[in-house]
C-alpha cells in the first residue's frame, strides 16, 4: 500500500510508503485523496500527521509518469484539498522532501523537520517548475528574495536553514512523535499559508535571479518561468498565481528542454555494472594513487572524501613534496568554501599518506596510475605495482589515450588490468570511464564499478581504443573545428557559436584551458598511424612552436593580459590565413549555424561509429559520457539524443553532401546508414 493510514488517539497518522523514496505517483495521490476522505468523516480528530516510511519524507513527483497525459486525482488538488481541510494537517518530516514533498508540506498547517533533511524544490533541474503551489506559496511563507534563492536555482536548503527561514516551525530528532504531542492551541493559531499575505515585491531580487539564471543556466526556459511567476505573486490572488503556475507545469513537462533533462536523469540513475557482472569486487578501503601531479592529487583527494585510505606514490623526494602541496590545495579549498568541516580537513589529511616508497602500499586492494602519459613510464610503474602489491589487488590505468591492452600486457597477469579513465577535476567531475581490456577480469570490471560507486561518480562502460568514448568524440570535434578555422573562421567565432549551442566554453577556449601543449603530444604520438589521405590542419602545431600554450603561458589561442579576462588574439586570426594561403585554399565565410552544424555532425558521426564498433554499449552511454565529461549541454540530452531530436534521416542527407567536399572526414558510419534505412533511432539500434 502506497499511504497507509493509522488512528492514534485523537490522531489519524497517513504515512507515504511508495520506496525507495517516496516518490508521489497515482497510487500515492489516490491514497493521499482517501486518506483527505477519511480525514472529513473521522470524528474526535485533532489533526492528521502527514510523514514518510524509511529515510524519505517524500523525494518529489514520479518523473517517469510526465511523459504520459496527467491522470487524476492530481497533486495540486490534494494540496488543496489538505490546506482547506477542517482538521489541520501536521507534516512530520523525517527524511528529504523535495518537489511535490516540498508543496505537501507546504499544505500543512504546521511543519516539524528532522535535522539534517533536505527540503527544496528542484523543478527547474528537469525542465519544469513546481506545478502544485511551490511559486506561490513559498514566497508568502518566507519571502520574495529567500524563494528565489531556492526555486529558480533548484537547490534544497537543510533543515536548520529551512527553521531560520520560517520553512519549517521546529526541529526534532523525532518529528512524528513532536507532532502528535503538540497542544491544540498551537495548531488553532497556526496561519495556512493561503491565509497569509502576499510578499512584497523585490524588484532586486528578481534581477539578481534573471542574471543568475542567464549565467548559470543560460537558455534554459524553466528558471526564467519560475522567476516570473515567482515575481508576480504580490500582482495576482493566490488563486489566479496557482492556476497560471499549473499552465506553466503541463507546457514545460511536454517541452523539448524537459524531455531532455528526463532522459539525463533516468540515464544517470541507470548508470551501473552491465547486466551478468556478478563477480564479486575486489577491497577498496585502501586505494593505492600513482603520481601526485594534478590528476593523481584530484583522485586522491575523491578517495579520501569517500573515507578511503589512500597511499599517494611519486617517484623521489620533490615529487612527495609537490603531491603533498597538490593535494592540500585541494583540502583547503574545500575547507575555504565550506564544503568541508576543519574537522572533514583532518580527517582526509589523516588517511593520507605520500611516500616514494612502494612497499608503503603493500596492503591496497586497488591501485589507480595517473603517471605521465607514456607507455615506457606506464609500463614501469605496472611492474612496479606488481612487485609490492598482493597479486590479487586489482591495478587500473588513469589513462586517456594509450593502449590499455598493450599496458595490461606489462603485468604476469593482464586480468587484473582495468581502465580507470577520471577527468579533471577528478574530486569534482562526476563521470568515470571504466575501460574494459581485452583480458580483463570480471572482478577487476566489478572492482571498477564499486569504486564509483563509493566515490558517486557516474560510470560508463569503454572498450579499448584511441581515446575511448569521450576523448575519441573531442578528438574528431577539435579536428572538425581546425577545419572550420582553416577555411574560413576566426577560434572566437567557432567558440562563440558553440557557447550559443549551450557549451560552456568552446573548443579553443577549453583548449586554453587544459594546455596546448597536451592534444600537441598526443598528435605527436599519432603521427606514426595516421592516415596520409586524411586532412592535416597545421595551425596548433604552430601555435606551440610560438610559445602559445594557453592560459598557463599568458597566450593561447587567445591572449590573457594581467586581469585574468581573455582577449581575441590577431595572431592566431593570421596564422589561420597563413596556412590558408600555404595550402592554396579560399576561405568561406561561415554562419554561425554553419560552424555548429559542422562540428555537430562531426561528433554525431564518430560517435556513431564508436557505438557500432562496440566501445559504447548504447547511446545512452555516449549521452553520459558527453554530458558528464564534456560540456554537452544537458537540457538538450546528450550528444545521441539531440542527434535523435534532428533527425537521423536528416543527419544523413548533411553527411553526404559534406562527403563530396571530404570523403575521408565525412565518411558515413554505417549505424547511421543502418538508422536512417530501417527508421531506427540510434537510442535503440544494438549490434547485432
Not at 598493450?406 to 579533471?424: C, K, N, Q
Not at 561528433?603 to 559520457?625: C, K
Request: charged share 25%; with cysteine.
Amino acid at each position: 500500500m502506497a499511504v497507509s493510514c493509522r488512528r492514534e488517539g485523537t490522531a489519524l497518522i497517513v504515512t507515504l510508503d511508495n520506496p525507495p523514496v517516496n516518490a508521489i505517483g497515482l497510487a500515492v495521490r489516490e491514497g493521499l485523496a482517501a486518506a483527505l476522505e477519511r480525514a472529513g468523516t473521522e470524528e474526535a480528530l485533532s489533526r492528521v500527521v502527514l510523514t514518510g516510511a524509511g529515510r524519505a519524507f517524500a523525494a518529489g513527483g514520479d518523473a517517469r509518469e510526465f511523459d504520459a497525459p496527467a491522470v487524476a486525482p492530481h497533486l495540486n488538488d490534494i494540496v488543496a484539498g489538505i490546506e482547506a481541510c477542517e482538521v489541520p494537517w501536521v507534516a512530520a518530516i523525517n527524511g528529504v522532501a523535495l518537489g511535490g514533498g516540498c508543496e505537501l508540506a507546504l499544505a500543512c498547517r504546521y511543519r516539524i523537520a528532522a535535522p539534517g533533511v533536505q527540503i527544496g524544490l528542484p523543478e527547474v533541474t528537469l525542465g519544469v517548475v513546481p506545478g502544485s503551489g511551490g511559486t506561490q506559496r513559498l514566497p508568502r511563507l518566507i519571502g520574495m528574495a529567500a524563494a528565489l534563492d531556492m526555486i529558480p536555482t533548484g537547490k534544497p536548503v537543510s533543515a536548520e536553514k529551512a527553521e531560520a527561514l520560517g520553512l519549517v516551525d521546529g526541529l526534532a530528532e523525532d518529528p512524528l512523535a513532536v507532532a502528535l504531542g503538540l497542544d491544540v492551541g498551537t495548531l488553532a493559531l497556526a496561519t495556512p499559508v493561503c491565509d497569509l499575505p502576499a510578499p512584497e515585491m523585490d524588484a532586486e531580487a528578481v534581477e539578481a535571479a534573471q542574471a543568475q539564471a542567464a549565467r548559470k543556466m543560460p537558455q534554459q526556459v524553466a528558471p526564467l518561468t519560475a522567476i516570473a511567476l515567482i515575481a508576480s505573486t504580490p500582482a495576482v490572488t493566490l488563486a489566479e498565481g496557482l492556476a497560471e503556475e499549473r499552465t506553466a507545469f503541463l507546457t514545460l513537462r511536454a517541452d523539448s528542454q524537459a524531455r531532455a533533462l528526463r532522459h539525463v536523469f533516468f540515464a544517470e540513475r541507470g548508470a551501473k555494472a552491465p547486466e551478468g557482472l556478478d563477480a564479486a569486487p575486489g577491497d577498496t578501503g585502501h586505494v593505492a594513487v600513482v603520481g601526485g601531479g594534478t590528476m593523481g592529487a584530484g583522485i586522491a583527494y575523491a578517495c579520501l572524501n569517500a573515507g578511503l585510505r589512500v597511499t599517494l606514490l611519486e617517484t623521489d623526494a620533490d615529487g612527495v613534496a609537490r603531491a603533498e602541496a597538490n593535494v592540500g590545495k585541494i583540502v583547503e579549498a574545500s575547507l575555504k568554501r565550506g564544503l568541508i568541516s576543519a574537522a572533514g580537513a583532518e580527517e582526509r589529511r589523516a588517511g593520507l599518506a605520500v611516500t616514494s616508497d612502494y612497499a608503503a602500499a603493500a596492503g591496497a586492494g586497488l591501485a589507480i596510475e595517473a603517471a605521465f602519459e607514456s607507455m615506457e613510464v606506464k609500463r614501469e610503474v605496472f611492474g612496479r605495482l606488481q612487485a609490492a602489491l598482493a597479486p590479487d589487488a586489482v591495478l587500473a590505468s588513469n589513462t586517456s589515450y594509450l593502449d590499455l591492452n598493450e599496458i595490461a600486457r606489462s603485468v604476469d597477469d593482464p586480468s587484473r588490468v582495468v581502465g580507470l579513465h577520471f577527468f579533471a577535476p577528478a574530486h569534482i567531475m562526476k563521470l568515470l570511464e571504466i575501460v574494459k581490456g581485452e583480458a580483463t577480469s570480471d572482478r577487476a570490471l566489478a572492482t571498477g564499478f564499486e569504486l564509483a560507486k563509493t566515490l558517486r561518480k557516474v560510470p560508463v562502460l569503454a572498450g579499448v581504443c584511441d581515446g575511448f568514448i569521450g576523448n575519441r568524440i573531442l578528438a574528431r570535434y577539435r579536428e572538425a573545428a581546425d577545419t572550420v578555422l582553416m577555411d574560413g573562421s576566426t577560434p572566437w567565432e567557432i567558440d562563440e557559436a558553440m557557447v550559443d549551442f549551450g557549451y560552456a566554453m568552446g573548443p579553443y577556449e577549453a583548449q586554453d584551458l587544459s594546455g596546448l601543449d597536451i592534444a600537441h603530444a598526443n598528435r605527436r604520438r599519432q603521427d606514426a598511424t595516421r592516415d596520409p589521405a586524411r586532412r592535416y590542419i597545421p595551425i596548433a602545431d604552430r601555435m606551440v612552436e610560438l610559445g602559445k600554450l594557453g592560459r598557463k603561458t599568458g597566450a593561447g589561442w587567445y591572449r590573457y593580459p594581467g586581469g585574468g579576462g581573455k582577449v581575441e588574439d590577431p595572431i592566431v586570426a593570421d596564422l589561420a590565413l597563413e596556412e590558408a594561403h600555404f595550402a592554396g585554399i579560399a576561405r568561406v565565410d561561415y554562419a554561425p549555424d554553419e560552424i555548429r552544424e559542422r562540428l555537430l555532425l562531426a561528433m554525431i558521426n564518430e560517435a556513431a561509429d564508436i557505438l557500432g564498433e562496440g566501445i559504447a554499449a548504447s547511446a545512452r552511454d555516449i549521452d553520459l559520457v558527453t554530458v558528464f565529461g564534456y560540456g554537452f549541454p544537458r537540457w538538450r540530452g546528450g550528444l545521441m539524443w539531440y542527434a535523435d531530436e534532428w533527425g537521423v534521416p536528416e543527419i544523413v542527407a548533411k553527411l553526404k553532401a559534406l562527403a563530396e567536399e571530404d570523403p575521408v572526414a565525412w565518411k558515413m558510419s554505417p549505424v547511421l546508414q543502418d538508422c536512417a534505412a530501417t527508421g531506427t533511432p540510434l537510442a535503440e539500434w544494438r549490434r547485432a
